[in-house]
């Protein structure tokens, strides 16, 4: 509701996006003759056969291309720098992601490292906004919706944290959503990565800077995501629900990039860099316990949630309706195998230490959650995951 959320303001994104099942085949249009885009992926994607169908497009399209397919799970600064000398040995010219958000992100990293000059390390502190070469990103999983945000993240393992960092220039030229490239995706993938794409619409419309064209966005991906999810975690053949969670992915993607995020991005990145858990696993785990601590301050608004997810709309008062809401989205969270706490991930011995409760107190996304968190709130919430 325009009450709830600011009604003036602005909203940015310069990606143009193709979204079709085989839009894949609009990649060599978005390059000029005769330049060589570096394709960064993992070898997963490899693998999996995905890559080749990349390849076989810009081959048809006579494009000379290289491929960097080392991107791990969490990419590091090492890596960004293997790939970018990488990319400099072969002259390219942009940046192709290809994957999850650890390939998009590593991609965005490389097209900052080969146009600057810097380590990545040297953007730490603020937003960047030097030029970079053009990018394409082009999900595999319907996830991070790094295809249309100005974030990276980048694990810096000396540190043992993931950087998260911001800036117009990290915003791809082009996304591609082709729903075929997710066809056969693991059913713990979806998961973890589906879970991720929910706790982004949530939070984005829970945010202290949420306005009503990101409420909108972050609603219709509620309802893409909560109608889709258990469809494609049991059946990843079926292209409709693969596009819809794209879709909602995506459109959870441009919510965030505008309205920020919340309280469980702060907290999961850094159980994330100490114990190594999958990020979207991180965030659904924390999605109860951060949801129940923001509920005397947004019940109205989390009550409102309640048809998006396809439940009736309520004509209790709005904490009962947002504690139904809380309740339907454990149910959904659970039936698609997201364990509810670090013992069960197989982690019995987590500790919060003061990392952790420094690198969550200094999040840009702590700062924009509903409600304002004290260190001894973080910790309590560490402890919640346990
Ligand atoms: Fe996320």
């Known amino acids: 509701m325009l009450t709830q959320s600011v009604a003036f303001g602005s909203f940015h994104n310069p990606v143009k996006i ?38 076989r497009v810009l081959d048809e399209a006579g494009f000379r291309y290289a491929v960097f397919a080392r991107v791990e799970s969490d990419p590091s600064i090492e890596t960004v720098e293997a790939a970018a000398a990488f990319y400099r040995e072969k002259g390219c010219g942009p940046v192709i992601g290809l994957g999850g958000g650890s390939s998009m992100d590593a991609a965005k990293a490389v097209a900052v490292v080969v146009s600057t000059g810097e380590n990545i390390r040297a953007f730490r502190k603020g937003p960047i906004a030097s030029p970079v070469v053009p990018l394409v ?41 082709d729903a075929t490239l997710l066809e056969g995706i693991p059913s713990r993938v979806a ?40 469809r494609v975690v049991a059946d990843s053949r079926d292209i409709s629900s693969l596009h819809a969670m794209q879709m909602g992915s995506c459109m959870a993607g441009l919510a965030f990039s505008n309205a920020g995020l919340g309280l469980v991005h702060a907290l999961a990145h850094p159980v994330g860099a100490f114990y190594h858990v999958p990020h979207g696993i991180c965030c659904g785990m924390f999605l109860q316990p951060v949801l129940r601590f923001n509920l005397p301050v947004c019940a109205e608004k989390l009550s409102q949630m309640a048809v998006p997810l396809g439940l009736e709309a309520g004509r209790e008062n709005a904490f009962s309706g947002a504690k139904r809401v809380i309740g339907n989205l454990a149910e959904i969270f659970d039936e698609i195998g ?12 987590f500790q919060v230490n003061d990392a952790m409760l420094d690198d969550a107190m200094g999040a840009v996304p702590r700062s924009l959650n509903a409600r304002e968190s004290t260190r001894e709130d973080l910790r309590a919430l560490f402890e919640a995951v346990k």
């Open 137 to 177: 990103a082009i999900p595999t999983t319907a996830g991070t919706g790094s295809e249309v945000t100005g974030v990276m993240v980048v694990s810096d393992l000396q540190e043992k944290v993931k950087m998260v960092l911001r800036g117009p220039s990290l915003f791809p030229k082009v996304g591609i959503l």
């Open 18 to 55: 193709f979204f079709r099942p085989g839009a894949l085949s609009e990649l060599p249009g978005v390059f000029q003759a005769g330049e060589v885009p570096l394709i960064v992926t993992d070898p997963g994607i490899e693998r999996a056969g995905i890559l080749d169908r990349v390849c």
């Open 338 to 349: 997201i364990p509810g706490n670090l013992r069960e991930m197989g982690i019995p011995d």
């Open 191 to 230: 998961a973890a990565t589906g879970s991720d794409a929910f706790v982004h619409a949530i939070e984005a419309y829970l945010s202290r800077k949420a306005t009503a064209v990101t409420d909108a966005l972050a609603l219709e991906a509620v309802r893409l995501l909560a109608s889709n999810i258990r």
